[in-house]
């Protein structure tokens, strides 16, 4: 089983709705979780880090964590066509200093 | 990005020859990353750096080095290329093992 697992996608939504993008992780130790969005051809950016269970929210974003089951998703609200990107999950395995990506989800905001 | 400076940013190589990739920080980060990026793969983590001379292996180390001589610099030596080592190279840094990471502008290098 990979550390952490994203959905490949590519998934697609509606202009102005909710993009759902979920990662699950086997560490069950890990203690902190992150959400980087990359353009085609750029560097991924981070958007949210979370590290206690619950929602995390900024902006059009929210960040949700479950440490018993060991997932953590992203929410956008209002979604936009910039908002059209590969989404990546990391996790920070906290018995060493590795931080693993999962593979990635693309999402596309169809206008 | 500000901060982090990765070099060559493209390099076309031959099988076979030797390659290193610099990653450059300003920063004073204890960590640093590298790591390689293909389609349907995702990032995945090569090598890692926790301070000076401390290193440790990723996910996907076969086929690669790494030394860091000074906190500001953390090389990545291919010592025989392949072509299966055709990929984008990002580096990235953080001050501390839970803070985000962030990125350099990465490196894409052709193994022909």
């Known amino acids: 089983q990979k550390e952490v697992e994203q959905n490949s996608g590519p998934l697609s939504v509606p202009e102005g709705a909710i993009a759902s993008l979920n990662c699950t992780y086997s560490?069950?130790?890990?203690?902190?979780f992150f959400w980087y969005r990359q353009y085609s051809g750029k560097s991924p950016e981070l958007i949210m880090s979370?590290?206690?269970?619950g929602d995390k929210e900024d902006g059009r974003f929210t960040a949700q964590l479950n440490k018993a089951s060991q997932y953590v998703s992203l929410l956008i609200r209002d979604s936009q066509p910039s908002d059209s990107a590969t989404y990546l999950c990391a996790v920070n395995l906290n018995r060493d200093d590795k931080i693993i990506f999962g593979k990635g989800t693309r999402l596309h905001i169809l206008p | 990005d500000a901060g982090i400076t990765q070099s060559p940013r493209h390099k076309v190589t031959e099988t076979g020859t030797p390659v290193t990739l610099r990653c450059h920080q300003t920063?004073?980060?204890?960590?640093m990353y590298w790591y390689r990026q293909d389609p349907g793969h995702g990032l995945r983590l090569i090598h890692y750096s926790y301070g000076v001379k401390d290193t440790d292996k990723g996910e996907v180390s076969d086929g690669y080095s790494v030394s860091r001589s000074k906190t500001e610099d953390f090389l990545l030596t291919l010592e025989s290329a392949t072509s299966s080592q055709t990929s984008v190279y990002f580096c990235?840094?953080?001050?501390?093992?839970?803070?985000?990471?962030?990125f350099g502008n990465g490196t894409r290098l052709t193994v022909t």
């Open positions: 990235a840094i953080t001050w501390d093992k839970n803070s985000p990471l962030h």
């Open positions: 920063e004073n980060h204890r960590y």
């Open positions: 979370i590290y206690s269970n």
């Open positions: 560490d069950r130790v890990s203690q902190s």
